[in-house]
C-alpha cells in the first residue's frame, strides 16, 4: 500500500492526497456493500447509537491516512518506515499514562534507540524535506492515538449493535463511510477541487487502474488488521509490522532510484533493527507481566 501510494503521488505527480484517500475509501465501501447486498457476508446496520460511538476514532484515522498521503509526497519510503518507530515510543507513553502500564528496561532501551536512529536519519538524509517531516511527525501522533483508542471503542460498539458484535467487515464500512464526509470536505479546505479539475492524469486509463488497485489495497489491510488485531494482539501485531519494515525499505530505495549516503543507509538499517528489538522486547514484558 505503501508503495503503490508513493508510486501515485511521486511517480505520477499527483497532488491530491485526500482525493486519493476518498477514492479509496469509496472503493471499500463499494467492495464491502455489495457483497453484503449479495449475501456473501454479513454486516451491522450503520445506526446513529453506533455511529456516535465510532465517530471520535474516525476523526483519528481520517487524520492518519491523510498525513500519511502527505508525507509520503515528500519524503522517501525507507525513512518513513524509520520515522514510523516515533509512533511505538508516543504508544508506550501513552500506555503508560492512559492505562498505568509499565515496560521494562529492554523496551525502553529499544525506544532509545529508535530515536536516535530517527534521528541520525534525518541528519543524513540526502533528500531532507521540513514539510515531510513534519507530516510524519504528525501522523506518528494520530496513529499512536488510533491504537490506543481503538479497541476500547471496538469494545464499546459491540454493545450499541443489534446482535451485540461487530465483525471486521462491519466495522470496515463503518471506518470508511465516515471516511468519506469528512474526506470530501477537506478537498475543499485544502483547495483540491481546481487541481482535479485541471490535471489530465484523470483522464489517463492506467492512473484510474492504479488508484483502483490502491483501493483493493486499502480494503485489504483494513480487514487483515481488524481480523489480525481480533485474532492474535498488538504485540504479535507490533512483531510482524516491524519485520515487515525491511523489505519495505530496500524496496523503496531500489524502486524508487532513491538517493543515499552509507551513513544514511546504515541509520535505516539500525533503525529497522531497534523496531525488531522492540517488538521482541515487548513479547518478553508481556510474558512476564
Not at 503508560?96 to 528496561?105: E, G, I, S, T, V
Request: hydrophobic letters at 50%; one cysteine or more.
Amino acid at each position: 500500500m505503501i508503495l503503490v501510494n508513493k508510486y501515485v503521488l511521486s511517480s505520477y505527480d499527483f497532488n491530491a492526497g485526500i482525493s486519493l484517500m476518498l477514492y479509496q475509501n469509496f472503493v471499500s465501501v463499494l467492495i464491502v456493500s455489495s457483497l453484503s447486498i449479495l449475501g456473501v457476508i454479513s454486516t451491522e446496520p450503520l445506526t446513529w447509537r453506533l455511529i456516535k460511538v465510532w465517530l471520535p476514532v474516525n476523526f483519528i484515522f481520517v487524520g492518519m491516512l491523510v498525513t500519511s498521503m502527505f508525507s509520503l509526497r515528500y519524503i522517501n519510503v525507507a525513512m518513513v518506515t524509520v520515522l514510523k518507530n516515533f509512533t511505538n515510543v508516543i504508544t508506550a507513553v501513552g500506555e503508560m499514562y492512559l492505562f498505568n502500564k509499565h515496560h521494562d528496561n529492554r523496551v525502553w532501551a529499544s525506544l532509545f534507540l529508535m530515536i536516535i536512529s530517527a534521528i541520525s536519519g534525518g541528519i543524513t538524509d540526502l533528500a531532507f524535506n521540513a514539510v515531510g517531516y513534519t507530516w510524519q511527525i504528525i501522523n506518528c501522533f494520530l496513529t499512536a492515538s488510533y491504537s490506543l483508542t481503538l479497541r476500547r471503542v471496538m469494545d464499546t460498539a459491540k454493545q450499541v449493535t443489534k446482535s451485540g458484535n461487530l465483525n471486521e467487515f462491519s466495522m470496515v464500512l463503518l471506518n470508511n463511510t465516515l471516511s468519506m464526509p469528512l474526506g470530501l470536505l477537506l478537498i475543499f479546505v485544502f483547495n483540491e477541487v481546481d487541481y482535479l479539475y485541471s490535471t489530465p492524469l484523470l483522464r489517463m486509463p492506467t492512473f484510474w487502474v492504479v488508484m483502483t488497485f490502491s483501493g483493493f489495497l486499502g480494503l485489504g489491510i483494513s480487514f487483515t488488521s481488524m481480523w489480525f488485531l481480533h485474532q492474535t494482539g498488538a504485540t504479535t501485531y507490533s512483531l510482524v509490522g516491524s519485520l515487515n519494515k525491511i523489505p519495505l525499505s530496500v524496496a523503496g530505495i531500489v524502486l524508487f532510484h532513491v538517493p543515499t549516503s552509507l551513513e544514511n543507509s546504515a541509520s535505516i538499517l539500525f533503525g529497522l533493527i531497534a523496531g525488531v528489538f522492540f517488538a521482541r522486547a515487548k513479547i518478553k514484558d508481556r510474558t512476564q507481566s
